[in-house]
């Protein structure tokens, strides 16, 4: 038997812009009212494609800074 009471769902979201003194990307596991909140406040929000357990802003939590990605590395020249 199904429940009628949809359960919550938490979402990874990830935008561009200071939040609290962090300049550059950040993300947050936000609930439904949240990702709404950040998605008409920041236009570069966007979906990082994980879900998470809990909202990070109704746990009063900031949302997390985000690693630049590291440059690629070369490999080194093979000798015949």
Request: contains cysteine; aromatic residues 4%; charged residues 30%.
């Amino acid at each position: 038997m199904r429940s009628s009471k949809p359960y919550a769902q938490f979402v990874c979201l990830r935008w561009d812009g200071p939040s609290e003194g962090v300049v550059g990307p950040v993300e947050a596991d936000l609930c439904r009212q949240h990702r709404e909140e950040i998605s008409l406040a920041h236009d570069s929000a966007r979906g990082c494609g994980k879900l998470g357990d809990g909202c990070d802003l109704c746990k009063e939590r900031e949302p997390r800074p985000v690693a630049p990605p590291s440059p690629p590395t070369e490999d080194p020249p093979r000798i015949p």
